[in-house]
């Protein structure tokens, strides 16, 4: 008996009429007819599964971020010796080594007069580790201009970018200007002029780790570009009118930087977004941190502002941001400037203020500590560290009242307790510490209270 007829038989005989047994056998057949009865198909009861050469699902495949998506060009390796015994041009020896290629570059006794344009993925680095490479650019040129096609990497380490060695010490452009791509800068240093950014970031993904910034128009200044993004780890960021502008929609993430003595800011927002953690804002001309208009709200976590000779945190009145587990103290002015103006900017608790000149300015934490003593002192430039200013237990124990509840009069509503206290803690890691939980409902906008 076939395997079609023995079907046959099985609903026939477990049916209850014949009309009903009749037609569920003709339909049967005319599967079975249909799709045929393969002989590698594996049995289990009654049920037939498809043959294991049977073709699967065709799935999506998942991407990997790991990696760039072009194949990974290898290009030569080029020494570079300003001494007089080899190659004496940086850009000769990149144009030589080719995408991929890796250009070493021994120090000589005098800088290198390269103005690098990089249109390729490529390596440039200091042949001799622990010493930089001096690179002095013309005047009317850039130190690096740096725009990679398709998934390459540019990277720089190991090298110091000085300012033009003419009278007035101008340079008609920026030292460094990252046009699109990748590109990352370790270990350097750029030193440039007040007519221009020092660092000018226009698009694509940029990583700036280790390296000393200076006397620039501004230290860092990011452009509208929404498709970019941009890393600021363990800088020195010193000696500039403004040490780090946002501007447009960019997003920054901006760990464990020194932004100090700068003439006029340390960080300015204009419109863009992003994370500020682990940062030492100290003693810039006017306010350590200036929120001006925001199309996006960057949120400063965990930083330590202070000794600036305006106020800490200074916001025009229709910028946001969210400000968290910062110590605020020694200011010249408030802790807050325009919190009164503002009701977008939102202050997820603890803030500790203590000894600005100008009051807390309504919102922060005031500590019971006062003077130099209480502030957290900066680690020296250059050192890691991994965690953020240390906040008293006084503070990390406070009480707080949820701002979004509060009715016009100042009291809360009888429904909701009179304080809500939030758990002593150590001091969090920087990225750990925008995932605590605000003592209030929504955040806290419009002022704390002591324990």
């Not at 007829?5 to 049916?15: A, F």
């Not at 046009?179 to 800068?185: D, I, L, P, V």
């Not at 009118?241 to 464990?256: K, Q, S, Y």
């Not at 605000?438 to 002022?447: D, H, L, S, T």
Request: proline residues 9%; charged residues 20%.
């Amino acid at each position: 008996m076939t395997r079609a007829e023995r079907i046959k038989s099985r609903i026939v005989g477990r049916t209850g009429h014949g009309a009903t047994r009749a037609a569920l056998a003709s339909v049967c057949m005319a599967l079975i007819a249909l799709f045929g009865t393969p002989a590698s198909a594996q049995r289990s009861g009654d049920i037939d599964f498809p043959p294991v050469n049977a073709p699967r699902p065709i799935t999506k495949p998942v991407p990997s971020f790991g990696q760039p998506s072009a194949p990974r060009q290898r290009g030569k390796v080029v020494v570079v010796d300003g001494t007089g015994s080899g190659n004496a041009s940086i850009q000769a020896a990149v144009n030589a080594a080719g995408p991929g290629g890796v250009v070493r570059v021994k120090p000589a006794g005098r800088p290198y007069g390269d103005s690098l344009v990089l249109s390729f993925p490529v390596t440039i680095e200091s042949a001799t580790p622990g010493q930089m490479v001096d690179i002095r650019a013309p005047y009317d040129r850039p130190c690096v201009y740096a725009a990679p096609s398709g998934n390459g990497l540019v990277r720089l380490s190991g090298l110091r970018f000085l300012k033009p060695n003419d009278e007035l010490g101008y340079r008609a452009q920026p030292c460094v200007i990252v046009e699109a791509g990748y590109f990352s800068m370790t270990q350097s240093s750029v030193e440039a002029t007040i007519h221009n950014p020092a660092v000018l970031l226009r698009g694509g993904f940029s990583r700036i780790e280790s390296t000393v910034i200076r006397n620039g128009q501004v230290g860092v200044q990011t452009d509208a570009a929404p498709d970019g993004d941009y890393f600021l780890i363990g800088n020195d960021i010193v000696g500039n009118v403004d040490g780090i502008r946002v501007n447009g929609r960019a997003p920054v993430t901006a760990l464990e930087n020194h932004i100090r003595d700068n003439i006029q800011n340390g960080v300015v927002s204009i419109g863009g977004g992003g994370i500020f953690t682990g940062n030492w804002i100290y003693g810039n001309g006017e306010s350590g941190v200036l929120l001006q208009r925001s199309d996006l709200a960057p949120r400063f976590i965990a930083n330590f502002i202070a000794r600036n000779q305006g106020a800490g945190v200074r916001m025009w009145p229709d910028a946001r941001a969210t400000i968290g587990w910062n110590q605020v103290c020694n200011n010249a002015g408030p802790a807050l400037q325009g919190r009164d103006a503002n009701p977008f900017v939102v202050l997820d608790p603890p803030n500790e203020s203590f000894g600005n000149s100008g009051g807390d300015g309504g919102g922060l934490f005031r500590s019971r500590r006062d003077g130099d003593n209480g502030c957290t002192q900066p680690p020296s430039p250059g050192v890691a560290r991994r965690r953020g200013p240390v906040l008293s237990a006084e503070a990390l124990s406070m009480k707080c009242r949820p701002g979004d509840d509060v009715p016009a009069g100042g009291r809360q509503p009888r429904s909701w307790p009179a304080t809500r206290r939030v758990p002593v803690r150590p001091v969090p890691s920087p990225l750990a510490a925008s995932a605590w939980r605000p003592c209030g409902r929504r955040g806290v906008r419009r002022g704390l209270r002591a324990a």
